[in-house]
Protein backbone atom coordinates (compact mmCIF):
# COMPACT_ATOMS: atom_id res chain seq x y z
CA UNK A 1 0.00 0.00 0.00
CA UNK A 2 1.17 3.03 -1.20
CA UNK A 3 1.84 5.58 1.93
CA UNK A 4 3.32 8.61 2.00
CA UNK A 5 3.95 10.82 5.02
CA UNK A 6 5.11 15.23 5.16
CA UNK A 7 6.91 16.79 7.79
CA UNK A 8 9.21 19.51 8.50
CA UNK A 9 6.80 22.33 7.94
CA UNK A 10 6.33 25.21 10.56
CA UNK A 11 6.51 28.96 11.10
CA UNK A 12 9.37 30.80 9.46
CA UNK A 13 10.47 34.51 9.04
CA UNK A 14 9.81 36.06 5.62
CA UNK A 15 13.58 35.40 4.11
CA UNK A 16 14.14 32.44 6.31
CA UNK A 17 14.23 28.49 5.11
CA UNK A 18 12.62 25.18 5.80
CA UNK A 19 13.01 21.79 4.34
CA UNK A 20 9.87 19.81 4.08
CA UNK A 21 10.35 16.02 3.82
CA UNK A 22 7.95 13.49 2.70
CA UNK A 23 8.62 10.09 3.68
CA UNK A 24 7.43 7.24 1.09
CA UNK A 25 6.81 3.42 1.41
CA UNK A 26 4.64 0.52 -0.53
CA UNK A 27 6.90 1.40 -3.71
CA UNK A 28 10.11 1.59 -5.29
CA UNK A 29 10.80 5.58 -5.25
CA UNK A 30 12.69 6.02 -8.31
CA UNK A 31 9.88 4.14 -10.50
CA UNK A 32 7.05 6.89 -9.48
CA UNK A 33 6.91 10.74 -10.33
CA UNK A 34 6.69 12.50 -6.98
CA UNK A 35 5.51 16.38 -6.54
CA UNK A 36 4.60 18.68 -4.31
CA UNK A 37 1.65 20.73 -4.16
CA UNK A 38 0.02 23.31 -1.76
CA UNK A 39 -2.81 25.23 -0.99
CA UNK A 40 -3.64 27.98 0.45
CA UNK A 41 -6.78 29.40 2.46
CA UNK A 42 -9.60 30.49 -0.41
CA UNK A 43 -7.33 29.35 -2.92
CA UNK A 44 -6.90 26.21 -5.84
CA UNK A 45 -4.18 23.30 -4.76
CA UNK A 46 -1.25 24.32 -6.28
CA UNK A 47 1.65 22.41 -8.28
CA UNK A 48 4.80 23.65 -6.52
CA UNK A 49 7.63 21.33 -7.78
CA UNK A 50 7.86 17.63 -9.49
CA UNK A 51 11.11 15.06 -9.87
CA UNK A 52 10.77 11.94 -12.14
CA UNK A 53 11.58 8.50 -12.13
CA UNK A 54 14.61 9.78 -14.45
CA UNK A 55 15.34 12.63 -11.97
CA UNK A 56 14.18 15.58 -14.33
CA UNK A 57 12.60 18.15 -12.30
CA UNK A 58 10.30 20.91 -12.40
CA UNK A 59 9.17 24.15 -10.62
CA UNK A 60 6.65 26.57 -11.04
CA UNK A 61 7.35 30.36 -11.69
CA UNK A 62 6.34 31.30 -8.50
CA UNK A 63 9.13 29.27 -6.46
CA UNK A 64 12.10 29.52 -9.56
CA UNK A 65 15.16 30.18 -7.44
CA UNK A 66 13.75 29.65 -4.49
CA UNK A 67 12.94 26.25 -3.64
CA UNK A 68 14.58 23.25 -4.78
CA UNK A 69 13.03 19.32 -5.08
CA UNK A 70 15.65 16.40 -4.93
CA UNK A 71 14.88 12.79 -4.13
CA UNK A 72 16.94 10.37 -2.09
CA UNK A 73 15.96 7.00 -3.24
CA UNK A 74 18.12 4.73 -0.55
CA UNK A 75 16.41 7.10 2.60
CA UNK A 76 12.86 6.66 0.24
CA UNK A 77 12.42 10.30 0.93
CA UNK A 78 11.69 13.43 -1.63
CA UNK A 79 12.71 17.18 0.02
CA UNK A 80 11.74 20.47 -0.68
CA UNK A 81 14.25 23.03 0.15
CA UNK A 82 12.46 25.97 0.32
CA UNK A 83 14.92 29.27 0.90
CA UNK A 84 14.03 33.25 1.11
CA UNK A 85 10.16 32.55 1.53
CA UNK A 86 7.62 35.31 1.32
CA UNK A 87 4.35 35.11 3.00
CA UNK A 88 2.29 34.83 -0.11
CA UNK A 89 4.30 31.10 0.53
CA UNK A 90 2.11 30.09 3.67
CA UNK A 91 0.23 27.28 2.83
CA UNK A 92 -0.56 23.66 3.36
CA UNK A 93 2.16 21.57 1.54
CA UNK A 94 1.56 17.84 0.25
CA UNK A 95 3.54 15.58 -1.42
CA UNK A 96 1.94 13.30 -4.23
CA UNK A 97 2.61 10.56 -6.12
CA UNK A 98 2.19 9.24 -9.88
CA UNK A 99 2.53 5.72 -10.69
CA UNK A 100 2.01 6.99 -14.88
CA UNK A 101 5.02 9.38 -14.05
CA UNK A 102 2.44 12.65 -15.07
CA UNK A 103 2.93 14.40 -11.69
CA UNK A 104 -0.13 16.56 -12.56
CA UNK A 105 -2.12 13.54 -12.24
CA UNK A 106 -1.07 11.88 -9.01
CA UNK A 107 -2.99 8.66 -7.54
CA UNK A 108 -1.57 9.27 -3.71
CA UNK A 109 -1.55 11.86 -1.53
CA UNK A 110 -0.20 12.84 1.95
CA UNK A 111 -1.75 14.60 4.82
CA UNK A 112 -0.35 17.28 4.82
CA UNK A 113 2.08 19.68 6.58
CA UNK A 114 1.62 23.28 7.48
CA UNK A 115 4.12 26.18 6.41
CA UNK A 116 3.25 29.71 7.71
CA UNK A 117 5.50 32.64 6.63
CA UNK A 118 5.15 35.80 8.96
CA UNK A 119 6.87 38.37 11.01
Known amino acids: QVHLVESGGGLVQPGGSLRLSCAVS????????IGWFRQAPGKQRELVAG???????FHGDSVKGRFRISRDNPRNTVYLQMNNLKPEDTAVYYC?????????????WGQGTQVTVSS
Open 51 to 57: ISSGDWT
Open 96 to 108: AAASSGNIRRPDS
Open 26 to 33: GFTLDTYS
